[in-house]
Structures are given as C-alpha cells and as structure tokens.
C-alpha cells in the first residue's frame, strides 16, 4: 500500500531538527593557534561556495572580527552561563538550517573554565578539533593528544592538528606519535605570513590591518594541503542539532521604544556584541553609531552607550577630542544617560595613565584617573544586579582606576553569594552609569533597559558600599 508523504508546514520546519558539518576548535592551552585554525578552515571552505557560520565559545570581541572576515557573516558567543543553553541551542539550530558547514571556536584550554569548551561540545555533540602547538614536541604530542581525547570518555572527537610545525621530518614525527593514525589531520608550518598578531586584551582586531584577508588566504592555503582541508564536506564530522524544546526566543517588551542610543563605534570603542545591538533594536531603540577617532559629533540622542575597547592606545587622540566632551558634558547636564563600559569608563575619567607613563587629559565626567599596567587586573564571568534583575557578562582589564566615587554596587562572580565584595564597581554619577563590567545586554532586557533609560538605577539593598575608593 503506497504511504502519502506529506509536506512540514512552517512550525513543524522550525520544530525539525537539522544536520550539517560541524566541529569545535579547542586547543590545550591559549596561544596555540585555535583562531588561525578556525579562520582558515572558514575561509576554504567560503572560498569554495559553502555557506560556513562561525561562533565564539566565552565572551571574546577580538576573535569574531578575524572569523566573522573568514566566513562572511557575524559572529556569535556561546556561552552556557553567560548567553544560556537555551540561546546557545537556539543559534545552533538555526544556523545549522542554513549553513553548510558550523564551526564553533572554543575558549582558553579545551577544559579550562566553569563552563569550558568541552562542557559545550558535550552538551551539543561537537566533535573536537584539537590544535596542538608541537613547535617544541615530538613524542609527547602524542601524548598530549591521547589526553585531550580520553580525559572525559563521552566528549565527541574529530581529530587532532599540529600547529607551527619546522618540517615535514617534524610532522612526520608528530604523525607516528599518535595511538590512532586516523586522528591525524595535518600540520601546519611556521609562518609569519599568516600568523594573527596579538597584544595586550587578545587578537588584534581584523578591521585595523591591511592585509587582514591576505593572511587569512595564506592560512587557507596552507589548511588546504593537510588531511582536513582536502576533506569533502560530508567527509567531515555531520551533528544534528535539535529545535530548542523552549520554542522560539521570548518576545522582548519594547521598553526604548521610540529613544535613540548613540553608540560609540571605532578602534577605541570595539567591543561590542552584535547581539546586544540586536537586544536594543529588540527593546525598541533606535541605534546610531559615532566615531570619536574620526571627530566625529554627538549624534542627536536620548542616551550614550560607551562600550569597551582600547581608548589607551588613542589616548592622545581622545584627549583632543574637545568639541566632543562638551557634547557629552550638555548631554549629561541635560539628565540624559551615559553607559560607559570598561574602556568607554576609562575615557570619562579626569585622567589616563599609559603604560609607557605618559599621562593624557581626558573626558572628564568621572573624578579620578586610569593607570595602564602590564599585569592583568581582572577576568572572568561576573553578574550585576539592577533592582530584581540580574544582568550576566564579564571583565576583562589590564588597568585600574582612582576615584573619589563610592561604588552604587559591586559586581559579583556566578558562584559569588548574594552581596559579596570584590567583583567590579558600578558608578552611578548623576545619569552616567560605569562599570569595567561588559554586559550581555539578552540575560536581562529589563536591566539593560534601565542603563539607558532616564528614570534613577534601582539597585539591591543588600550590596555592599564601603571599601571602593580605589578599585582594580
């Protein structure tokens, strides 16, 4: 007897789930090579006609933009604390619906923080690429990768790629040290052609290099000629990833509806989410960008949104910045609010410190100075708590700050309990609200609604006041 198949309607399509090519990039420390690795793979496979999306595992604004230029479309975070599973699901979903080809680059080591990478890979069912700096290895690369493999038994597995490697007598050696042959899926030389220059914070950013795309063709061509680039797609790893069983992402009340956010956007302010610009659109605002590198005027606006980024290296540069700091001191006279996050903060401030001494007036709306420094001050995931919400993101800084301000609140860790001191300080100074805290604006709509409204912060009683005159 013949069966009728029939046709999925729309929800039954957007309930399916989806398969593809799929693989998570991790590697056994940081600084071995999992960008490159990523970026290459993307831009090969780009090159060749295939859709490829790309997402960043952690909070992380210096590694999209090298991705999001090797893949051609933007760049996601998927973090199972900081974004949630049920987002982290969702995106998987739909990218996978529509692309040829997912790659997800992880964070630090494969099992370094709570969640890792490997947490997420489990979680979704991404085999893992493992890249492997073996510049100073030879048996104990294979090693170092039957451990990666088997520390955790259920952690899907793709394969392990030798990174930064002299010679093909070195990749040989490398080769006949794994347990399992099949693991092998190539080396990668040493070359300064497609190497990613770094710097203080990470990665510097693609958009700020000439030759950005050249060194990602060079890094593609290389990845060509190893087992993993000569790979046909269906040769790769295939993961069905499934409809989030919450349904479709909640509806955000549009709370901004009719505001415009004026958002500071150039090499001095780059860090920021696409998803949080999604988040405001969301919420009903009206966002538009402004460079103060390029001199730039304050756009005709309702609030100021200062992100992060790297106001050290422009300092010069923003102190001269006159015609702006007037618009920014009207606006704030006028009781419009100002959110100033991390290096967006540091260019309020009366005064900045560079590392190599030389001090630079800046904006001037906050009392106190920034001084840069070699260590790291701070990194990790921390949380804020505006009222009843609780807003999700983290820090990340190699400078501190002096001010005669007294924190409004204080930041605290995920496993921090309910007014714990030490995390980060959040100033409140008349509609100016900053904080070295990056917000991921989607874990609270609401509290992000709040940074750029007019009406006062609402904040937890119970956060501690005291202590806060100087803070790293």
């Excluded at 049920?86 to 997912?102: N, Q, S």
């Excluded at 401030?349 to 001084?371: K, M, N, Y």
């Excluded at 860790?413 to 980060?424: N, S, T």
């Amino acid at each position: 007897m013949d069966t009728a198949i029939s046709q999925p309607d729309a929800d039954d399509e957007q309930a399916a789930g989806h398969t593809c090519a799929a693989v998570l990039v991790a590697a056994p420390a940081s600084g071995q090579g999992k960008t490159t690795v990523a970026a290459a793979l993307a831009r090969l496979h780009t090159r060749q006609g295939r859709r490829v999306r790309v997402f960043k595992c952690g909070p992380d604004f210096l590694d999209p933009h090298w991705l999001a230029l090797a893949s051609g479309a933007p760049v996601h975070s998927l973090d199972l604390w900081m974004t949630g599973e049920a987002d982290c699901r969702r995106r998987l979903h739909a990218a996978a619906g529509e692309a040829d080809l997912l790659i997800v680059e992880g964070v630090m080591g494969l099992f370094d923080g709570n969640p890792s990478a490997a947490d997420l890979a489990e979680r979704f069912g991404l085999p893992v690429l493992a890249v492997i700096d073996a510049q100073a290895m030879a048996g104990t690369f294979g090693a170092l990768a039957y451990g990666l493999q088997n520390f955790r038994p259920a952690l899907p597995w793709a394969g392990v790629l030798a990174n930064r490697v002299a010679s093909e007598r070195h990749a040989g050696m490398l080769e006949e040290a794994l347990r399992e042959p099949a693991q092998w899926l190539g080396a990668l030389p040493r070359g300064a052609d497609f190497a990613l220059p770094e710097r203080h914070l990470g990665l510097v950013a693609a958009h700020e290099l000439g030759d950005a795309m050249a060194r990602l063709d060079a890094a593609a061509d290389a990845i060509a000629t190893t087992p993993l680039g000569r790979r046909a797609l269906q040769e790769l790893p295939q993961v069905r990833f499934e409809a989030p069983a919450a349904g479709p992402e909640p509806r955000i009340a549009p709370m901004l509806d009719g505001r415009t956010i004026a958002v500071a956007r150039d090499a001095a302010f780059a860090f920021i989410y696409p998803a949080n610009l999604g988040v405001l659109a969301a919420l009903g605002a009206r966002v538009v960008f402004f460079s103060p590198l390029a001199g730039d005027a304050l756009p005709a606006c309702d609030a100021v949104w200062l992100p992060g980024g790297y106001p050290e290296l422009h300092a010069k540069a923003l102190s001269a910045r006159a015609a702006l700091r007037d618009a920014l001191a009207a606006h704030v006279a006028a009781d419009k609010p100002v959110w100033a996050e991390c290096g967006g903060m540091m260019a309020l401030f009366e005064e900045l410190q560079t590392a190599d001494g030389a001090s630079h007036l800046l904006w001037g709306l906050l009392p106190g100075r920034v001084t840069m420094q070699k260590r790291l001050a701070a990194l990790g995931p921390q949380q804020l708590r505006l009222g009843a919400d609780l807003l999700r993101g983290h820090t990340f800084h190699y400078s501190s700050c002096e001010t005669p301000l007294m924190p409004a609140a204080l930041t605290g860790r995920p496993d921090a309990a309910a007014g714990a001191r030490g995390g980060e300080a959040f100033y409140v100074h008349g509609p100016v609200r900053a904080s070295y805290f990056h917000a991921w604006f989607a874990s609270s709509p609401e509290a992000t609604a709040r940074l750029f409204s007019a009406a006062p912060i609402e904040l937890d009683r119970e956060t501690p006041e005291e202590n806060a005159h100087a803070h790293a």
